[in-house]
């Protein structure tokens, strides 16, 4: 792009042309791209031999990186958490092994091209604002190569994809006689898998997605293991109704409507109701003080299982050591443990930025919407995937940098840094009735909220009122389907012609890994769903949203969205899939 196609920050006449990306992960892959669409310069530094970040698995943790274990399979399904405009391979698992999805990166990689951008073997030792940064909005950026020689780079960007899984934390501190504790402490960021296990009693102390996983791990080898958890767990498996992906079923822009309308109450009693109708979370000590809505779902399929199985015992939060017994806050004593594994999450640091970035009153890094620091202008500096959200990462992060690039560029503007710092705090304690500890309540965001907002900015959200006008089959897919990452490239900047095909096609790649034996299906459609019933409840929904609170005063009116609505159901009826989208 020349320099007179760069357009210009607001405040100041900076030109954006060379973008620094830090890491090569997915969010690193998916800035690259992003650049290059945009006709801008992106130059990669990552710290290993290969791309993939998070979830290219190593035999040995290697400091300052982000480490897996073996057995990693994702939480969310293929359709639901790939790039917007590059799906998946029909063939894959809707939940994938971690050696899988690091294909699916190789794909995406040598499709686009992303490689040659990638400079391998480089550690990025410092990204700092240039003496006149206030002007051209540049950054220095120290890297030491593969030799160990110490390069200096100038950039006008830059983009941070270094990930926040890389520094562990592990508080041995806060256990009085962990000093004399005869057995071996380790965090979930050493563990690779069982081996080491077998025929031992362990402990496994957190409740999050790691813990349940490496527990349920661990006690198909080990003698006993006990689960310790400070507030237990609301525990979901991957499937819904008829085995199909629960995140397909869940994140719809027609249930984020009925959350916002319901009261939270009612639907925290259903959806803990029907949890309990699988397996009692008081009856198999899960239970936890919040309600089901308010936090993060802990995903494991066969944790339950183990419980009832009594391969794995729920304990209370772990209180201290006693040569080679672990004591808990009940007061109960468990004898003769061989290992305690530590899933007590990460400490999100950034070595290589200025510490100005954690400005926040608990020292966590300050950003406007999980992305802009606050105090930079001209804003030439984002931070990717620093958030946690009840969805996918991939295509959160996919769409933060689409943002963060348009404001790079002018296309795109942030308010005063007065106005940033509100929104921050408005949302911190906001979320700190479910998340009581400030570090974590500023990290959260709401899926499709989050994603429409960004979306908005870039000029792709989907434009709901007018897709009912115009192509009401997509529509019902868009509202009444799974909030799949193709609706966000349907229109505006960075359209995919093969958006509204791979809409059309979703439930197909759903099931096509399941046809390793086929059998006649002579399921009636009529059972599946009301087309009456759908477009009456689109019908009203459309009118509520889009009204604005006046009531639809012309005939004409009623008549053309009836007559749209007459043309949707004869298109929907002869075009519902094996799995329809509602």
Request: proline share 6%.
């Amino acid at each position: 792009m020349s320099d007179s196609q760069c357009l210009s920050i607001p405040k100041c006449s900076v030109m954006v042309r060379r973008v620094a990306v830090v890491g090569a992960g997915s969010s690193g892959l998916a800035c690259i791209k992003i650049c290059v669409d945009e006709g801008l310069e992106p130059v990669c530094f990552e710290s290993s031999d290969d791309i993939g970040g998070l979830w290219n698995f190593r035999e040995t943790p290697e400091p300052d990186r982000t480490s897996i274990y073996r057995s990693l399979v994702v939480n969310t399904s293929k359709e639901m958490m790939c790039f917007s405009d590059f799906p998946m391979p029909s063939d894959y698992p809707n939940f994938m092994h971690n050696s899988q999805l690091l294909q699916y990166f190789r794909l995406y990689a040598e499709h686009f091209d992303l490689l040659r951008y990638i400079n391998f073997q480089t550690t990025v030792r410092s990204v700092l604002q240039r003496p006149d940064f206030s002007l051209s909005g540049q950054w220095e950026v120290v890297t030491i190569n593969k030799n160990g020689q110490e390069e200096r780079h100038i950039f006008d960007a830059v983009l941070v994809c270094s990930g926040h899984y890389t520094h562990p934390t592990l508080p041995l501190s806060d256990f009085q006689g962990h000093e004399t504790f005869s057995g071996r402490c380790l965090h979930s960021w050493e563990y690779k898998d069982a081996d080491a296990f077998t025929g031992k009693r362990v402990v496994v102390v957190g409740i999050g997605n790691s813990g349940g996983d490496i527990a349920v791990e661990i006690s198909r080898s080990a003698e006993k293991t006990f689960l310790s958890t400070r507030q237990g767990a609301w525990v979901m498996g991957r499937m819904s109704t008829n085995g199909v992906p629960l995140d397909m079923t869940v994140i719809k822009r027609i249930n984020n409507v009925f959350f916002q309308l319901l009261p939270k109450t009612l639907v925290n009693w259903a959806a803990e109701r029907a949890l309990n109708n699988k397996y009692g979370h008081i009856l198999y000590g899960l239970k936890p003080k919040h309600r089901l809505m308010e936090r993060k779902l802990m995903i494991n399929d066969d944790l339950p299982g183990r419980i009832l199985q009594g391969a794995i015992v729920m304990k209370h939060n772990l209180e201290g050591f006693k040569d080679s017994r672990v004591v808990f806050e009940d007061g109960t004593v468990e004898e003769n443990i061989d290992a305690v594994v530590f899933c007590t999450g990460y400490i999100g640091k950034f070595p290589f930025l200025p510490s100005t970035l954690s400005e926040g009153p608990y020292e966590e890094v300050t950003l406007y919407k999980r992305a802009f620091p606050p105090s930079l202008q001209p804003p030439t500096l984002a931070v990717m995937g620093l958030f946690q959200v009840k969805g996918p990462i991939m295509p959160t992060v996919e769409m933060q940098a689409r943002w963060a690039v348009k404001v790079f560029l002018g296309q795109s503007r942030l308010p005063t840094k007065e106005k940033m710092l509100d929104v921050i705090e408005s949302e911190r304690r906001r979320n700190m009735q479910s998340y009581p500890c400030p570090r974590q309540a500023v990290l959260q965001v709401d899926y499709i909220p989050y994603l429409d907002f960004m979306a908005g900015e870039v000029g792709v959200r989907p434009k709901l009122l007018r897709l009912f006008l115009r192509d009401p089959v997509l529509w019902a897919k868009v509202f009444f389907g799974p909030c799949t990452p193709y609706q966000y490239r349907l229109s505006g900047p960075g359209n995919w012609s093969g958006a509204r095909q791979a809409i059309f096609t979703q439930w197909e790649r759903v099931s096509q890994p399941f046809r390793t034996r086929e059998i006649p299906d002579n399921t009636s459609k009529f059972g599946l769903c009301s087309p009456l019933m759908l477009t009456f409840t689109g019908t009203v929904i459309i009118v509520v949203l889009f009204s604005k609170g006046k009531i639809v005063t012309t005939l004409e009116a009623a008549t053309e969205m009836l007559t749209k609505s007459t043309v949707f159901l004869r298109e929907l009826w002869f075009s519902l899939p094996q799995n329809p989208d509602m």
